[in-house]
């Protein structure tokens, strides 16, 4: 069990600190002397780095091998975790949040590809139903738990925190995690590289400050443009060459494709209402931090109760009936969430958080597995690393679709926070979103994904690889499993 210790780690650690990093903000500012929009640049320079990185993160992996690359990643996402709070102005903690970014864009798709090439598919299905769990309590706990290190202590620890989950992670892997000398993936492909990664900058900086600046903003319009053309001549470069950074003809694998677009959409709605939660509560309804964060913290557990039933019916059921009954179910919850107003009580939204996590529940876990259910062992990491650009796509579409219907639906003479008509707009947006994503998820292939499940290989496409004596664990206590591959990598939730 050493894998899923290490990635639980990995990824607790990433998605706590995208959540926990604005609670700080308004700190940071008076620490400096800026204003909080000055500090616009600490935000958006993490995903954008993100974005730029995760292009070369399966080649890496093919090469080094899953151990050495996510360590090094973790290492590094570390190091500049505490150099960020160790910033002595603006500039320095822009330049370590980059680094951040770039670290987290190596470790999300090398954790999922060590994850899913060492268990086969019924595997994966039950240590989803507990991996999910860090998963949920992240996100959920991150602000408060940044509320109270920022009022007691310093924004600065809202970064030193990663060190005491990080470094032991660090240890144990170095220590337990089975390794290999990695394969020879081909010449490295930096014609790839360089398109994918600026394509991929470019449309996350506009994706993330066209809310804020206004969509017709100049730097917004050229980087969504820019970005748009620069990803037009990656996919004609990858596609013509015979070994891409990317592999996009994975996409012609029906089930990943459908289940990569089945994220891309769906997390709008799912991610957008979770980013809407807060902002109803504080601005809406006039809430402090705390009242916002015990009231979305519902969700999660909503979420884990789900889960652990989706595990058990997966293979009886498949991905199919199981996302397109999450997404109605989404659909309908946001449908009560449009209801809600100014006198809405916080145990009628706690409520509604809790269903919401219910109805969600049902999404992750199949569209992860199921995505690499068809693929041979060989693709995971090139795999993992598409799953990964996908899902933070979706993941930045989702405050960006948010914020949008709320500019429109404020009054150009109205006060600095939408009105309570411009929140419930938003929610009924998201709810049609869910609607028609969840017809789409109704026509999802699902027949190889059930056979995978219960333990069935005739699916593959093609025969797995054969083992390097090095990536076979030395013995059982040192964390070994019944399926070690060459390939390394985690989950990409």
Known sequence: MVVPVVCVCVTFIAIADGAITTVALPSIARQ??????????????????????????????????????LLTALTGFLASSFACGAAADLG??????????????????????????????????????????????????????????????SWRWVFYVNLPVGLPAVLFGALFLAG???????????????????????????????????WTDPAVTVALALGAVLLAAAVAVELRTSAPLLKLRLFTDRLFRDTNLLNLIGLIPIMGALYLGPLFLQQAQGRSALESGTSTFPEAFGVLLTVQVVGVLYARVGPRLIVG???????????????????????????????YGIAIGGFFLPTTVASLATLPRADVAQASTLNTVVRQTGGALAPAAVTTVLVLG???TAAAHPPVTAYQHAYLALAAIAALTAVFAFTLPDRAARAAARGSTTHRSAPEPARPAESRPRSAHRGGTRHPEAHDSGPGA
């Open 92 to 153: 320095q903690l822009v330049a370590f949040r980059a680094v951040q970014g770039v670290s987290a864009g190596v470790l999300f798709p090398s954790s999922a590809a060590l994850m899913f090439a060492t268990f086969d598919t019924a595997e994966q299905v039950r240590l989803q139903r507990y991996l999910i769990i860090p998963q949920q309590i992240a996100p959920a706990a991150a602000p408060v738990a940044g509320g109270l290190l920022v009022d007691h202590l």
């Open 32 to 69: 400096f002397d800026l204003t909080t929009a000055a500090l616009d640049g600490v935000v958006v320079v993490y995903p954008v780095c993100l974005a730029m990185a995760v292009p070369a993160s399966a080649w890496l992996v093919e090469r080094f091998g899953g151990k050495r690359v």
């Open 410 to 412: 404020t009054p150009a």
């Open 325 to 355: 009954c999450s997404l109605v179910a989404v659909s309908a919850v946001l449908l009560l969430f449009a209801t809600c107003d100014a006198d809405t009580g916080l145990w009628t939204f706690r409520a509604c958080m809790f269903l």
């Open 180 to 214: 290999h000398r990695g394969a020879r993936p081909g010449r490295f492909d930096l014609p790839g590289l360089l398109l994918s990664a600026a394509a991929l900058g470019g449309l996350m900086y506009g994706v993330c400050e066209g809310p804020n600046r206004g």
